[in-house]
């Protein structure tokens, strides 16, 4: 059995040990770290929670970890960071999963493009990742040839096979990545945005996170509900046709948080995004190595999780702006959506044009699909 190398990279403010924790933290905990030939675990917190090595003192850090929530400092030590752990853990033979909420889903997505090109750099080149990333993830002007691409790859990174990882079914055209690309098996993101931090209203933009063709399968849970206007959501591009099984992306009812997590709810009370965390996993739970019976205890659902509250932000977004998110006109939808809105007529009353039943994901959401062993 081939090796699990797991990323998960956590939103702006977020970390494990919070009292509400997110999606991220929650599959995280699930994950079995303790046989490191079977899988390992990396786990990076989110913007605004880990002060600046540079910072001095309590007051220095505590204004570091501020300035990360406000302007988004810090983007790109987290993509360099996990970009050197792969560099430093990945063996031939290894699957890399990618996992990410909010901002970090931003970064999984630059991680992956990373990858995917220039490629995974060679053990020993690690004082050249902050140039790489500079030069290839970060840049919002980058106008690199193929060949310049080519010739950075061939000095730097490692070669892998030239084969097809993933398909345009509307145009039934497999994509040819580039032979320093490193696949990726599974990249599991809740509702990736490129803001640039609480203060900073600007939106990044990191080239290779739109097209990602080097992985092999994508889920992209999307919050049909946040109305934030710098919590744009970033969609994949091309947009995955409706029941491909290699890249789908799927809306859910509830704001930013009620999709990624982090909102406090009563002891056993449903939680929204209990929802969306169950689909991305369902799409990786017979390769990863979960602790016996996480699974059945963190996913388990009824249809009761459907009507489960949206919460509001507060108001203090009110200063930044409101935007309401309408989905594409081939936008997927969950099916616990449908469930809402048969038990809740006001809920987002245009939905009801909506019938056609590939339109609709999921429809066994409540049904677990249990790891080997539970």
Not at 126 to 152: G, H, M, T, W
Not at 248 to 277: Q, R
Request: proline share 9%; glycine share 8%.
């Amino acid at each position: 059995m081939p090796r699990a190398i797991v990323v998960c990279l956590d939103g702006t403010g977020n970390q494990v040990g919070a009292s509400h924790p997110t999606n991220v933290v929650r599959l995280m905990e699930m994950l079995d770290a303790d046989d490191p030939d079977r899988q390992l675990v990396y786990y990076d917190p989110g913007v605004g929670t880990m002060s600046s090595a540079t910072a001095h003192g309590p007051l220095g850090r505590r204004l570091s970890r501020l300035w990360g929530l406000a302007f988004g400092s810090g983007l790109r030590t987290n993509l360099a960071e996990a970009y050197t752990y792969l560099i430093r853990h990945w063996q031939p033979g290894d699957l890399v999963y990618v996992f990410g909420f909010s901002r970090g889903a931003y970064t999984a997505r630059a991680l992956v493009g990373m990858l995917n090109k220039p490629g995974l750099m060679r053990p020993g080149s690690e004082n050249l990742v902050p140039y790489a990333v500079a030069k290839y993830a970060f840049n919002q002007d980058i106008d690199r040839s193929e060949q310049e691409i080519a010739r950075f790859s061939h000095a730097f990174c490692r070669r892998t096979e030239n084969e097809p990882l993933w398909a345009d079914v509307k145009q039934n055209n497999p994509r040819q990545v580039s032979h320093h690309a490193l696949p990726v098996a599974y990249l599991g993101v809740w509702d990736t945005v490129k803001a640039a931090g609480l203060l900073r209203m600007g939106n990044l933009r990191w080239p290779y996170t739109h097209q990602l063709p080097n992985a092999a399968r994508i889920r992209h849970a999307v919050s049909l509900d946040e109305t934030r206007r710098p919590y744009h959501e970033f969609l994949v591009t091309p947009r995955p046709a409706p029941r491909q099984g290699t890249a789908e992306e799927v809306w859910f009812a509830g704001v930013h948080s009620d999709v990624g997590g982090t909102f406090a709810h009563a002891e056993g009370a449903p939680l929204l995004s209990t929802i969306p965390l169950k689909w991305v996993i369902d799409g990786v739970t017979q390769d990863l190595v979960f602790r016996p019976q996480a699974y059945g205890t963190t996913c388990a659902l009824t249809e009761e999780f459907a009507g489960a509250p949206v919460h509001d932000n507060g108001p203090f977004w009110i200063l930044a702006g409101r935007r309401s998110r309408r989905p594409p006109d081939d936008a997927v939808l969950h099916a616990s959506v449908r469930l809402r809105r048969e038990r809740d007529r006001g809920y987002r009353p245009h939905l009801a044009d909506l019938q056609e039943p590939g339109r609709w994901a999921d429809p066994d959401w409540t049904k677990p699909v249990p790891p080997p062993g539970g």
